[in-house]
């Protein structure tokens, strides 16, 4: 079981990125998936949820209306759209899957975004 | 929004004692409470969920109890490998949110 995020790197304020996890090792289409992020030093901030036919999506109203979480089943892999990124969305990325109760487990590697001009 | 609060912040303590952090929920939450480990670096790791139950290849050193509102993480006896922040979670309602985690340090 195993997911991996790419993506990630420096980007502008107001700028745009495409955060992509990859998963393997199990059924994707049968799991729901989050994103959580972290900024440097600081703690853990759940950012979006999706759920697994990707008709449910919640996010956090720190990225409600920037952030766009979605699905694609056919590759294995959820995605998180970020626009008008601004300096206090820098963080490293994580997404984790879902199991039944919605415990996060496993949680991938992270992809370290940067928001800085 | 439902708020976590840990205490302590941070804890000194030495290999082979019992160390207990305490996470309080602003609003009840029965037990949708996870308990996370991360190291420096690294993605949090699953230790606890639904309060009390232990996630499978966690050493049973790790436990958890409480419901509603108040929650507990209790380590039996520390081991070299346990020196790292401990987050709880709450997964009853959106936001989920997270605790502001609990450094543990070796004294």
């Known amino acids: 079981v195993q997911l991996v995020e790419s993506g990630g790197g420096l980007v502008q304020p107001g700028g745009s990125l495409r955060l992509s996890c990859t998963a393997s090792?199990?059924?994707?289409?049968?799991?729901?998936f989050n994103w959580v992020r972290q900024a440097p030093g600081k703690g853990l901030e759940w950012v979006s949820y999706?759920?697994?036919?990707?008709?449910?999506?919640y996010s956090a109203d720190s990225v409600k209306g920037r952030f766009t979480i979605s699905r694609d089943n056919t590759k294995n892999s959820v995605f998180l759209q970020m626009s008008s990124l601004r300096d206090e969305d820098t963080a490293t990325y994580f997404c984790a899957r879902s199991n039944n109760g919605n415990w996060f487990d496993p949680w991938g590697q992270g992809t370290r975004v940067t928001v800085s001009s | 929004d439902i708020q976590m609060t840990q205490s302590p912040s941070s804890v000194s303590a030495s290999v082979g004692d019992r160390v207990t952090i305490t996470c309080r929920a602003s609003?009840?939450?029965?037990?949708?409470l996870a308990w996370f480990q991360q190291k420096p670096g690294k993605a949090p790791d699953l230790l606890i969920y639904a309060a009390s139950s232990l996630q499978s290849g966690v050493p049973p050193r790790f436990s958890g109890s409480g419901s509603g509102t108040g929650f507990t993480l209790t380590i039996s006896s520390l081991q070299p490998e346990d020196f790292a922040t401990y987050y709880c979670q709450q997964v009853h309602s959106f936001p989920y949110t997270f605790g502001q985690g609990t450094k543990l340090e070796i004294k």
């Open positions: 090792g199990f059924n994707f289409s049968t799991y729901i």
């Open positions: 999706i759920s697994i036919t990707g008709r449910t999506i």
């Open positions: 609003q009840g939450i029965s037990s949708w």
